[in-house]
Each structure stands twice: as C-alpha cells, then as structure tokens.
C-alpha cells in the first residue's frame, strides 16, 4: 500500500451551526479505516458531500470545518483543497508523501456528482490508484463519487462500509430468532417495502410513530385530528390480515401521548388507544405501549429498530422513543439501530454506544432492509456480506 493513492468516499454530511460541527458521529466512524491506510503509508484522498449545494459553490457547505474535526481526531494534518478535481488539485495530489491525508471539497459544488456524470467520474479517479468507498450513507445513491468512479479504479469497501453489509445483511440472510422489529416514522407510504420485507424475516414487528395511526385506523379505531394516510388504509388492513409474510406478528400501540398540536408547553393528555378524542393528535406513544414493546423483546436474540416513535424532536413527545431506547439498552439482545432520526434521539440521550450497532444510513439502511440493491455496494469487488 506504500506510495499507493487511496481515494476514499466518506460520509461526513454532518449538521453544522454557524461553521461548528454539532455532532460528529460520521466522522469518528470513518476514522478506522483512515487510520488503517495511513499506517500502511498509503497517501489518502478524502471525498465527501455536505449538505445540497445543487452543484454551485456555497461557502456555508465548504469541507473546512470537517477536515479540522478530522485532524483533531487521529492528532495529524489534513490538507484541505478548495477543489474537488482540476489542475491545483493535481499538483496538491502529486506532491503528497506516504501517510499524508488531504480532504477535497464538497464534491457536490460540482453538477456532474449528483447526475453521475461519466467524464466528472473519470476526473475524480484520476486522483488515485484505489477506490475504498467507506460511506455506507450515501450507498443507495447512484452518484460519481459513489457509482461512478468505481468504472475507472479497483473498488473496495472500507472497514465501516464492510461492518455495515455483514451486520445488516446477515439481519437479510440468515437472520437470528427470536427476531424483532421495531419500525417507528411517520408514513407507511415511505416503508411499505421494509415492512413487508421485515414481515417475512422477523417474529415480532411492533410499529409505533404517526404509522401507526393508519394502522390502528385500518382497524376501525377512531385516531381524531391524527395523522393518517386514507390511501394507505387498504396496504395496512392487508399487513394486518396476513397479505405479507407474518402478519401475526404485528404488535400495535396500546395508549397514546395525545395534546391538540406538536409544540413546546402545550397540554398533553395519555389515553387508551380506543380513546382519542376527536379534537387530538397522537404524538407519541404511552408507557403501556413501551412496556409492551420491551415485554416483546425480552428473550429476543435480537432487535432491529428503525424510526422514532413519536414526534421526538419536540419534547414532551420523546418521552416514548427515550424511554424505549433505555430498556433496549439493558437488553440481552443484540441491538441493530437503523439511521437518521433515531440516532440523533439516542445520542441526544448518550445512549447510542450502549447499542450493539448503530447504522450510519438512513435511506441506506431502508432500502438494505428492503432488500434493494444499493448502487454504492453493487459497484463494489467486495461486496458480499459475511
């Protein structure tokens, strides 16, 4: 790997604040497989996008910040460039020795990396010798820095993307039993393909968020002002009455943290869940329905959750999310934590490391859980899980 150049996609769309990092969960994930080239004396290229700049450049979506965060990490310099391709960058690639590390802009800056645009593709490996695609995030995006690239270099996952296809895809291929799942979000229009996929594999699927009004709907309950899909009534009756895989296995709400709107210091009321007054929203889940999640998930082997359960970014309506996430973490269970929304829920409770594997997708872990095939994956040599 000596004088090798590595190119390497990462995902560190991390949210920022005035040009501070609020959490860089994404980055410390990465840092093994750097750490890993760098000891090789392999000279690392770093790609990421942040944000959607729509392929203009927007200063408040430049990659400084990340690569400082970086380099206060793994205690060396990273070199920032104020390009992602183009003759500078060459010369800065060039003059690179062994173990040196150089992050390039937000390759999004370019029209060419969303449109998977062959010749943009074609510039970016020009850069390097080895193409270690390590951001499982961006997986199911068939982008040039993603997909793309990989027509012109040899391409191999890197040490976070490989734990990410072994964990989620032995969930696919040879899942543990007792399984469960827990599938929380606001729209089965958004996960009918997980949960029918996740019906066929799983003993218990317990369904909470906004979701799970359609549901409860489906079975004549009255939900009040709640969110429910009425197009998507009929899918739910049919996962209820065994149209897809375990149906059985479904495990809804018993009670709900109703108030009339999702804002801060408004009037909250917990009812049964044949009791919502027609006047109310349901926007969380109740203590009985917490308990009777975590009673499905004792003696499991393990547990899949995906999605919060109420509409956590707004207190007091995290109180179920949290109070499950704490009774997972005690658990036997090996835990699997699907991406996005509920990641930030369980770091905001420090309770993220006290999960067996925390997913670093979002849209990813979805459509792996679906069963899709993610482009980033599929233009991998090493792509098989196991």
Known sequence: MAGRRVLVRVDFNVPLEDGRILDDTRIREAVPTIKDLVERNA?????????????????????TPLAERLSELIGRPVEHLDDCIGAQVEQAVGAMHDGDIIMLENVRFHSGETKNDPEFARQLAS????????????????????????????????????????????????PPHPLVAIIGGSKISTKIGVLRSLLERVDRLCVGGAMACTF??????????????????????????????????L??????????????????????????????????????????????????????????????????????????????????????????????ALEK?????????????GGATLEFLEGKTLPGIAALQDRRPG
Not at 350 to 358: P, Y
Request: aromatic content about 4%; some cysteine; hydrophobic content about 45%.
């Open 349 to 361: 409770q420090h309770l993220a490391e006290r999960m067996s594997f925390v997913s670093t997708g």
């Open 43 to 63: 000279r690392v290229i770093l790609m990421t996008h942040l944000g959607r700049p729509d392929g203009e450049v927007d200063e408040k979506a430049r990659t």
């Open 216 to 249: 409860l709907k489906a079975k004549g309950l009255s939900m009040g002002r709640s969110l429910v899909e009425e197009d998507q009534l009929e899918v739910a009756r049919s996962l209820l009455s065994g149209g897809s895989g375990r149906a059985g296995g």
């Open 127 to 174: 850069l390097g010798d080895l193409y270690v695609n390590d951001a499982f995030g961006t997986a199911h995006r068939a982008h040039a820095s993603t997909a793309g690239i990989a027509h012109y270099l040899p391409a191999v996952a890197g040490l976070l993307m490989e734990r990410e296809i072994r964990t989620l895809g032995k969930v696919m291929s040879d």
């Open 251 to 344: 495990v809804l709400p018993l009670d709900a943290v109703v108030a009339e709107d999702a804002r801060a210091g408004v009037k909250t009321e917990t009812v049964a869940i044949d009791s919502v007054p027609a006047d109310m929203k349901v926007l969380d889940v109740g203590p009985m329905t917490v308990e009777r999640f975590l009673q499905t998930c004792d003696g499991a082997a393990a547990v899949v959750w995906n999605g919060p359960l109420g509409v956590y970014e707004v207190p007091p309506f995290d109180h179920g999310t949290d109070a499950l996430a704490h009774g997972l973490a005690g658990s036997d269970a090996e835990t699997i934590i699907g991406g996005g929304d509920l990641v930030a």
